[in-house]
């Protein structure tokens, strides 16, 4: 366990935003938490639990103690077909869908190049292309900052829906993810239908293919669409995809005929975000210090020296202009604090 005091925020977050947190303390094992919030003042501040910071965007500086959750290590067993992954919530997504993706355990290749942590991704149930962290989800475990004790949920304890979970509704706050339990599949099923990951395997003329194939094609596709954080400031989608009902959907369809659109169950349609921006303008787009990537109007860039604020500020006026064209409201899938 490290700890320090006036710790500059920017370097643990992919917007690359100025921030300071007043405390900010690693966590490198999970017998670790129980000691720290023994301590009461620890509990007089508020907390804000860090995974790979790159969905979330600092407004300014936080005045309370960051965690900064660095617990390593995943383990593998295997019952038959099925394999059991367990993940520290500190490693890399990406890291273990490598790692499952070269033991070929298949599941989550679609979800390749999801920047962040394995702690975070059940907190907002990632997904891409198709998959959600819940289709592959077994359990994870948790700490209770208000009993002290560990917790295990399982897939329905955590009540997954879009971007969703119950670490984000009653729980929000309360469970700090120390390991996350995945159940994947040495049975290969590939999952080509959504995106473009079926084109681009005709493009390079794969007609079977493999894990590494598909986990490859949708890197690609990702680093095509997206911008690297490295090189600029990003936490990438930053607004949810809306889900409207059929009745709202014709109404809009009606008037907008190429809406892109994704049907659901129960009489619900997903409508693509980054088409309604983009029919609003936005693609590419800068303002001040700011503004959508030139590839992917869903993606708010930092174009160098941008604050927290000025970036929030742009995205209100996205919100506001969609609103106006389409009566859509957008939902940022970036936490803003």
Known sequence: MVFQENKSLREYNTFAVPAVAHRFIEINRKEDLPALFSAKDLLKLPLLVLGGG??????????????KMNIQGVSAEQKQELVFVEAGAGVPWNS????????GYAGIENLSLIPGSAGAAPIQNIGAYGVELKDVFDSLEAFDTQTGEFRRFNREECEFAYRESVFK????????????????????????????IETELQKRDIREPSLKDISQVVADIRVAKLPDPQTIGNAGSFFKNPIINSDEFERLRKKFPDVVNFSMSEGRVKV?????????????????????????????????????????????????????KFCVILEREVNII
Do not use: M
């Open 96 to 103: 273990l869908v490598i790692y499952c993706v070269d033991r």
């Open 54 to 67: 790159s969905n979330l965007l600092f407004t300014g500086d936080y005045q309370g103690t960051v965690l």
């Open 272 to 324: 693509a975000a980054g088409w309604l921006i983009e029919q609003c303008g936005w693609k590419g787009k800068k303002v001040g210090h700011t503004g959508t990537w030139k590839n992917q109007a869903l993606v708010l860039v930092n174009h160098g020296s941008a604050s927290g604020k000025e970036i929030y500020d742009f995205s209100e006026q996205i919100i506001g202009s969609v609103y106006d």
């Open 169 to 196: 509704t009653k729980y929000r706050g309360r469970f700090i993810v120390t390991s996350i339990r995945l159940k994947l599949s040495t049975v290969f099923h590939p999952n080509i239908s959504y995106g473009a």
